[in-house]
């Protein structure tokens, strides 16, 4: 562990930059100073000095006496050249760009293995919760057998705001905007994208595998109703949108899809913007994580946590991943274990009967018909679903019973 | 990170040391062999081959082939001796041993400091929940103003089955002996004082003061009666045995009480044998760490955890420990930062009003006699309390409001 002051260059000064600037500014123990700040446009006013600020990344990435890089903007090709020249110029990286980290996870890795260097993103997945670093570290010899969460802030947020104060889903939604909890993109939360990057990243640190973004189904809470809502309530369920990884035989299940939950469950009762983590083990049997899942500061917080990893020199160690790959000896494609053929059991509210052709529809168990709303719960074939993810045009709403 | 086999000598295999073997036989990822295991009782039947044991404590301490000693003994004086001498001989030490930590934290703090070796014990606080180390190494810049939680498997087992079950005191305390969650002395449990032990530990991780544990306030759950529970319930509140440490100003109060807990509460649904901490800090705001709070595999798995940190040469930092006594030029006195000069709200059951001779009395609120029970719901002072702890002839039961 060191003690001298670290020099920190800072991509993006939005939400989480900001809350990092805040909390550094408190921090006791950590002795850490932003350099510069690159950020993109020139007519935003700025709260702090104008001298910390740059338009130009090459300011940033050129100069030779930054200890960390810290990469929290909003474009993830544009946060992807950053960190990949960073990590190239042997310069550890702390980001919580989940979207880059997916959509690159492979070349990431292999560039961290190149280079010697660590790239750590604890506050990509689960907001303020300490999640990567424990699947890492202390899960790191346990038979996992399954993770799942709500790891989208926006969409429980927006949930909980429906159910509890009957709100509406539009405004619900401006609020999370307002909140500071959203993606500037909200579709990007609402569709489950958000969460299926988060997915991604999880699933690498708890089974090894790295699965890309078209491999992984999600479907959002983008067209949920009161009539949803209602449903739910009468059955005593809520409605949660449920990213989850579990191993079945020699195969893994990654999906992200609303879920109806009951109160048994330990992921009812969290609420609004808050996130939480089911990790189950052979042995440590089940854990949940539950902490504020968005918003500047919790966000911020995981961040200041990686930058200090950085200045004990603290790097993601993939043992997992190494291991899968060994026993496979190079010839390893994650894809081979992931399972997309089976039955799933679905509620579907639907308004034309028409727009349910493509699933693949194996038992209807109920059927609901009536002026205003349609229903039905059935068995369907899981891989018929993936026609539905990211379909603008889609009215269907799909939930987990 | 080193691919070695590492060499461990165990001492103990009770409940968690025959959790540990289980867990390292199916482990995949860790190469550790168990070498020797000193117990103590010749006539005990064990489950694997003789060759495994020694009577005697020198054939581990005497050898130098070993990597890690793991000590899982009862007895607290003699496991002082062994994880002194081992850390004197250089050896890393693995522990859960609680109360052998919290009654002597400043003398092992100091031999690891002094003979730079590793002393972690993960599986000593919050059974599988990773609570030290994410105290220690995620909120390690973190300004934290407050940790509680549910310490203590056995009493929560005993209250959720007491509250749920209507099951008596004493069958539910022999469930938990059967299940293999009770200390070997079910008085540590029940009185309060292994919450107590692993409160200390807590505080040390998370504020850096090292408390002895006469300096800390606990009372148990050994009065607790049905009326108790009916009186709770009537309120919708149970009864959970709960450790906190808070920032008030610039000192920490830190106690382990009965508390009557509320359905917003994130530690209302921690049932049975599971452990609940709940950390709030400045940013990162309130996370909530659920999991198996007691038993021989999870356990067994937070101190398969930390053998797994040592093959990486993990040790604690105490930054906060340090920072603080920086401060202090080294006139330190953890006592100082305890505030035990307060008011506290407190429900107390008594059958002989005699009893509450002692306590100080501010304000009572409530009285409520009749001929099967008295209970009073009164403001006392907080300092008052302590002549009740541990104190086997009280037949009070008090529990804060």
Redesign the interface.
């Known amino acids: ?1 060191t003690e001298k002051h670290i020099k920190l260059g800072l991509f993006g000064f939005g939400c989480v930059g900001q ?1 990092l600037y ?2 550094l500014n ?5 002795k850490a100073d932003i350099e510069k700040i690159c950020v993109k446009d020139h007519a935003k006013k700025r709260k702090i000095d104008a001298k910390y600020f740059t338009y130009d990344k090459e300011d940033i990435l050129n100069r030779k006496d930054l200890d960390v890089i810290v990469e929290l903007i909003d474009n993830s090709q544009d946060a992807y050249e950053i960190v990949s020249r960073a990590l190239n110029n042997g310069v550890s990286v702390v980001t919580a760009n989940k979207k880059m980290l997916a959509e690159n996870f492979e070349a990431l890795y292999q560039l961290q293995e190149k280079n010697n260097v660590a790239l750590i993103y ?1 506050g990509s997945a689960g907001g ?3 999640i990567i ?2 699947l890492e ?7 996992l057998s399954s993770i799942r969460g709500l790891l989208n802030g926006s969409c429980n947020y927006i949930l909980t705001r429906m159910e509890l104060e009957n709100m509406d889903y539009g405004k619900a939604l401006g609020m999370a905007q307002e909140c500071g909890f959203a993606e500037s993109d909200p579709w990007l939360d609402v569709a489950g994208y958000d969460t299926m990057y988060k997915l991604i990243l999880l699933t690498v640190h708890s089974f090894g595998i790295i699965l890309k973004p078209e491999q992984v189904l999600t479907l959002g809470i983008q067209n949920i109703s009161f009539d949803d809502i209602t449903y739910a309530k009468e059955k005593g369920l809520r409605i949660k949108l449920i990213a989850t990884a579990h191993k079945v035989g020699d195969k893994f299940r990654v999906y992200a899809l609303p879920h109806f939950v009951n109160k048994e469950s ?1 992921l009812y ?1 969290v609420l609004y913007e808050n996130n939480g983590v089911e990790v189950e ?12 899942g968005a918003g500047s ?2 966000t ?3 961040v ?2 990686d930058i ?2 950085l200045t ?1 020199h603290y790097k993601y ?1 993939y ?2 991943l190494k ?1 899968l790959r060994q026993q496979h000896k190079g010839n390893f494609d994650s894809g081979k274990l992931l399972d997309v053929d089976f039955d799933i059991k679905v509620y579907i509210r639907f308004a034309d009967k028409n727009d349910l052709k493509g699933i693949e529809i194996v038992a209807v168990e109920e059927e609901f018909k009536s002026a205003k709303t349609n229903y039905i719960v059935a068995t369907v074939k899981f891989n018929s679903l993936f026609d539905l993810k990211g379909k603008q045009d889609s009215k269907l709403f799909v939930c987990v019973v």
Chains 1, 2 share one sequence.
């Open positions: 562990m809350g805040d909390i408190h921090s006791q123990g950590l604890e303020s919760i300490p670093r424990n570290e202390y899960y790191d010899n346990e038979l330990d009762n083990g052979a042995y440590s049997c089940k854990q949940t994580f539950v902490g504020k500061h919790p911020g917080s995981a200041l946590s200090s990893a004990y160690g043992k997992k291991k």
